[in-house]
């Protein structure tokens, strides 16, 4: 692999590694090296080279000091059984510093307001695709990656990374991924988790006994509070999840509230519904968005409601006559 790398390549990736792994990376220089990495095949390549060249290097830290030092002092040459392309890179790597940047994690916070969509490509290969009115927090770590849900939506395709693990926190529970796109859901306490591809686990939180954890599988979805699972894992429609990105909502035997929810991450808290039981009316159905009203309009075409207007532009859905 070492002879399909460029020296310039392998400088311009270490310069990019030393830049993240030091924990002072903006968002913006997070999404540069995004752009960076899709400009061409060579360049992910000798990212992917160099961050497994600090691997090499921060085992041989962990070494005891006397074998540390002698490390340290191997000659790196071109030609060896190393080769030119590791050796290069190794050389820049130790420059950074043994044992320094890889204890500094890289966070990003990252926020989208109500009707905005925003995709964010990490540099591991992972893409975020964030709904309207979302909050999350991404931590890299040497070891780990971490995502913290602290508001809204996100659709997560996971990049391969097998040496550190990919987690998402949300609700007071731990969604570990196994390779894998998934989409996780707030609203209020409750937390939806459906799987696109792959496979997850949903964990228990530290006080509840390990029969509280869920597997989720491709076409799967549960719902859950850090307290306990509020369903058991139900079949959807693999290919239907995550459709919001492109403006459909899908919805089985789910509580009209939960589509007000999310409509009104489109829209503003501009939908109300006032009545509980009509809020936990089940619906079945998949709904293509427009604008508001229009989107409102179909609403009441396809379910036994109708719409009051109310002061503001604000909107009330209450029960159709008969």
């Not at 508001?292 to 209450?318: H, N, Q, Y």
């Amino acid at each position: 692999m070492t002879g399909e790398i460029s020296e310039q390549a392998l400088r311009e990736a270490s310069d990019w590694f030393a830049r993240l792994d030091g924990g002072d990376a903006t968002a913006e220089e997070h999404l540069r090296l995004a752009d960076w990495l899709a400009l061409r095949p060579e360049h992910r390549r000798a990212y992917d080279y160099v961050c497994d060249t600090w691997r090499i290097s921060t085992d041989a830290y962990e070494l005891p000091a006397m074998q540390r030092k002698a490390v340290s002092h191997v000659p790196i040459r071109r030609g060896l059984a190393w080769g030119g392309g590791l050796a290069l890179a190794a050389a820049i790597v130790v420059a950074v510093g043994l044992g320094l940047r890889a204890q500094q994690p890289w966070i990003a916070q990252y926020r989208t307001a109500v009707g905005e969509i925003r995709t964010v490509p990490l540099s591991d290969g992972t893409t975020l695709a964030l709904n309207g009115a979302t909050a999350l927090t991404v931590k890299f770590t040497h070891g780990m990656r971490e995502v913290e849900l602290s508001a809204g939506e996100v659709f997560v395709t996971v990049g391969r990374d097998p040496a550190r693990p990919f987690q998402l926190h949300a609700g007071g529970r731990v969604i570990q991924d196994i390779g894998t796109a998934f989409d996780v859901d707030m609203k209020g306490q409750d937390v939806d988790v459906s799987v696109g591809e792959g496979t997850v686990m949903v964990s228990a939180p530290p006080e509840a006994p390990a029969t509280d954890r869920v597997t989720l599988r491709k076409g799967q979805t549960v719902t859950y509070t850090a307290n306990r699972i509020l369903s058991a894992p139900r079949a959807i429609a693999a290919q239907q999840v995550g459709t919001w990105q492109v403006g459909i909502l899908s919805y089985d035997q789910m509580p009209l509230e939960w589509l007000v929810a999310d409509l009104n991450r489109q829209f503003g808290d501009s939908i109300a519904v006032p009545d509980p039981g009509l809020a936990a009316m089940p619906v079945t159905l998949t709904l293509k968005l427009h604008d508001r009203d229009a989107t409102v309009a179909t609403l009441e075409k396809l379910l036994p409601i109708r719409a009051v207007a109310r002061s503001a532009g604000a909107v009330e859905l209450v029960r159709a006559q008969p």
